[in-house]
Structure formats: C-alpha cells, structure tokens
DNA sequence: TGACATATGCCGTTGGACGACTTATGGTGC
DNA sequence: GCACCATAAGTCGTCCAACGGCATATGTCA
C-alpha cells in the first residue's frame, strides 16, 4: 500500500468524511506535505470501496448535489492497523541502521580529489 | 518514495553490499514479506545512482565476473533519515487516529439486515 | 463581476514495481 | 555424472496507482 492511500484510510480512522474533506485531511495529517488530487482521491475511493476496505456512510443531496461520506468498515480498520504497525516497525529499523553506520573507508572510483 | 525503495536504502544504511546481498538484507529487514524481484532491483539502482543517493563503493572482478557494491551517499543518509521520520510520524498519526475513533451510529445505506 | 473556497468527478500519462526470462559459477545430493 | 539449488548480475515488457489537468456547479466575499 502506497502512502496516499495509507493517509486516505488514516483520515476515515477517526470518523467518517466525505470526499473533499479526506483532501483537507490528509493535508493536515501530512503537515501540509501531500496534497491529494482529485484524481488520486477517486480512485482511490473507487478501488478501496470495490476492496470492502471503506464504505459509504450517508448520502445526503445537498443544493441538488450528492453529497457521500466514506467510512472505514472494520475490514479497513484492521488493515490499517497492520499497515501503520508495518510501516512503525520499518521506520524503526531504518533509524535503527542508520544509527550503526560503520565509518568505512570511502573508495573513490574515478580518482575523484578528496 | 515507495517502500522497495526505502528498503533498499535501508539495506544500505549500515554498510555497502552488492545486488544479492541486498536483496538478502531486504528479505530479512521486512520480516520475509519483501523479496526484491532483480527487475526491481537493477531499476532502482539505476535510478537511486542517477539521483545520487548511492554511489557505486567498489567493483571487483570475481571469476572474470564483475561484481559491483553499492554504498549510501551524504546526500543519500540525509534522505533516507527523512524517509524514515516522516514514516514514523505517518505511522504514529495513523495509530494515534485509530485510537480515538468515535464509536458512531452505523449507518445501512442499503437497508442490509443488520 | 470576478476570484476563491467548497465539492464531485473524468481522463490520459507516467513511472515504479513486477513477473518472466537469460547467463554464469559453485556446491550438494542422488 | 547429472540435476538442482544458491549465489550473482542483468534485460524487457506489462501493469497499475498516482498524478496533472480538465470540467462542472454553488456559495461567499470583495
């Protein structure tokens, strides 16, 4: 699971929202770094709903317009759980190796003037 | 930055090892759930040399075969300690959020018997 | 009136990952 | 002696998630 998809699921974790919403979200959730496009968003949703990992939670028109909101089912819970622990533990062992780089001696191939 | 990626350079991280060898360390550092496919392996490489976040460290003749290892770049550590804080927070965020969910009315859009 | 936020959605492109394949050596077991 | 697996490096075509761009519509504020 890719990372956008990874924050998709993290802003449903709470509560349920709809579509622009989860874009505002994830914003926050990434401190501003990923802005989700609308592109992006709708497949995504498409594909998570077809996977039974989110479903829709109301419908509601608003001004004639459909209004959907998504929520996590417990299947989507479960693997965001197991997603978030996977990337934890990843996460720690890269910080982990890069904390017991040995200071080797560094090759210079080309001859390159240290 | 995706997780084969990530993991390769976490593979790095410690010291320089050759394709195989990486391939190895991958498989050990997710736990057996990653093996790199070499179609993978070679195309990041390629990338992530092009990028400059690796650089070739030595390159051996074994058996008149050339062998190549391959070390993190400066520029490389700076990017993978990135990588992994980020990681880290995202997974910590989508922790902190499945912990707070709100235990919400659930709705049956589709007037499933419940 | 024009710009911007809210809000939903489609479509074509791109790029990283993948699966399958090739080549080569050395060791182990039958 | 031969088959099979581990080690080792690499290519190529495919696939799909993500992306950028676009269309559409309403409400609000200057």
């Given at each position: 699971m890719q990372e956008p998809t990874l924050l998709l699921l993290t802003a449903l974790?709470?509560?349920?929202?709809h579509g622009y919403a989860i874009v505002q979200e994830v914003l926050a959730i990434s401190g501003g770094r990923v802005r989700l496009r609308t592109?992006?968003?709708y497949g995504a949703l498409?594909?998570?709903?077809?996977?039974?990992?989110?479903?829709?939670y109301s419908e509601e028109a608003v001004d004639g317009r459909l209004r959907r909101s998504y929520a996590l089912t417990a299947c989507g819970r479960t693997t965001?759980?197991?997603?978030?622990?996977?990337?934890r533990a990843t996460a720690a062992e890269a910080q982990r190796r890069l904390?017991?780089?040995?200071?080797?001696?560094?090759i210079t191939p080309k001859g390159a003037t240290t």
């Open positions: 974790a709470d509560r349920p929202r592109g992006t968003l498409d594909r998570l709903l077809k996977e039974e990992l989110i479903e829709i965001l759980t197991a997603e978030a622990e996977r990337l904390g017991l780089a040995l200071r080797l001696p560094r």
